[in-house]
């Protein structure tokens, strides 16, 4: 057994293995397809995979995709774990135990401060995962366009954007213009791809109004912006029209006030879900930056909170007239400890709320954040929670 990173020699022989372990030739997928910011023709697997190979053939791989958000003027490291496969003759020997650790190694030597991926719950749980992020689910109708009062119904046009050259200004200026940006102009177009979707410009006559990313069978909205959402119902009634639908399904991110406005006042219903599993890597960084983003959303409360994580690093967290500051500090357990303890002697707390790093994603990055208020000493600061970034459906992996 070897591990090793892979070189772009091993793109060939990585695709078709996740290919295979997926068992995606049984349902016409293929990699290079579904995720095409990471496997397309142009694209190199070297750094990002991590590979297990037995007789010089591989095993098992792990890649982490790695992103930098623009939150205001903070940015927030990410890695996004995907392609987690093992050979099904090769289970049981702890490849994949091996390369989960190797993975989150490397991240925290790249300075990454948040690791997500999805899959199983319980299954990524033993590394250290759990559920959160926060992103609305909302259900629309044939009879929602019938019967919604107060809104236009007009003519709009889907053109399917085919090639990097058809992003124009006005569609990457409106993505840009988000509160969280991870993407720039020359990989927008590969990003919409993911997952298998389509990108559409929203035109009205010449005039472009917006974009919308779709699964093909046009049931599933992965994206939407547009820059009059009067046509919001004008856009869902011609992707049910190109679908043949009476149903259509549009996910977007808790922190887009406009757009989700007018999403509530049109749709059939609606629902807060979770986005992805986490794991903090630097809980300073990624608690500044997360913060940061409340404070573009809504009012947060000048208030100092302190947090014990796994019982061995406590963080004082300090809003002060709009400024974020974490610093790891020293606390002093029944009064029984002294300062030699501790890495940090000058400030003693008692802190506020203790939780396991599973636990800190709950209770301050989750929709069940409120169940976790109950533990904590005290009431959690004003506009402070639950902390709502999450990665946009067409930037997983």
Avoid at 51 to 69: H, P
Avoid at 249 to 257: P, R
Avoid at 328 to 341: L, R, V
Wanted: hydrophobic share 40%.
């Amino acid at each position: 057994m070897e591990y090793c990173i892979a070189t772009d020699n091993d793109k060939e022989e990585i695709i078709e293995f996740i290919n295979k372990v997926f068992e995606f030739p049984a349902k016409n997928l293929d990699f290079r397809t579904l995720i095409p910011k990471v496997y397309g023709d142009d694209k190199g697997v070297n750094e990002i995979h991590h590979l297990v190979k037995e007789d010089g053939k591989i095993a098992a791989v792990i890649a982490v995709y790695e992103r930098e958000y623009r939150i205001g003027d903070r940015r927030l490291k990410t890695g996004y774990i995907g392609s987690v496969s093992v050979d099904t003759d090769k289970r049981g020997k702890g490849y994949m135990k091996l390369l989960m650790k190797k993975a989150e190694e490397a991240m925290r030597e790249k300075g990454i401060s948040l690791a997500m991926l999805s899959g199983d719950r319980n299954r990524y749980g033993y590394f250290g995962y759990e559920v959160g992020g926060l992103r609305l689910k909302f259900e629309f109708e044939k009879r929602n366009i019938t019967h919604t009062i107060g809104w236009g119904l007009d003519e709009v046009q889907l053109v399917q954007i085919n090639d990097t050259d058809g992003i124009n200004d006005d569609i990457y200026s409106l993505y840009e213009k988000g509160r969280v940006c991870a993407c720039m102009r020359d990989e927008f177009y590969e990003r919409s791809l993911t997952w298998d979707s389509i990108l559409y410009a929203v035109k009205n006559g010449e005039k472009t109004m917006g974009y919308v990313v779709t699964s093909k069978d046009h049931y599933l909205v992965r994206e939407i912006e547009l820059n009059d959402w009067s046509f919001l119902l004008s856009v869902i009634r011609s992707l049910m029209i190109m679908g043949g639908k009476e149903q259509l399904v549009v996910y977007t991110l808790t922190w887009e006030y406009e757009k989700n406005m007018a999403m509530q006042q049109a749709c059939e219903q609606y629902a807060i879900l979770p986005a992805c599993s986490y794991k903090v890597l630097d809980y300073k960084k990624t608690i500044e930056a997360l913060l940061a983003l409340q404070m573009e959303c809504g009012k947060v409360s000048d208030d100092i909170f302190t947090i014990e994580i796994d019982g061995r690093c406590c963080y004082r967290i300090e809003v002060n007239d709009g400024n974020v500051q974490v610093n790891e500090i020293a606390y002093a357990k029944a009064n029984k400890e002294t300062a030699d303890n501790f890495r940090t002697v000058n400030i003693f707390e008692t802190p506020d709320i203790t939780v396991s790093g599973r636990a800190f994603i709950s209770a301050f990055m989750s929709p069940a954040y409120y169940l976790y208020e109950k533990k904590a000493k005290r009431a959690y600061p004003t506009g402070w929670l639950p902390f709502v970034f999450a990665p946009a459906i067409v930037d997983e992996f």
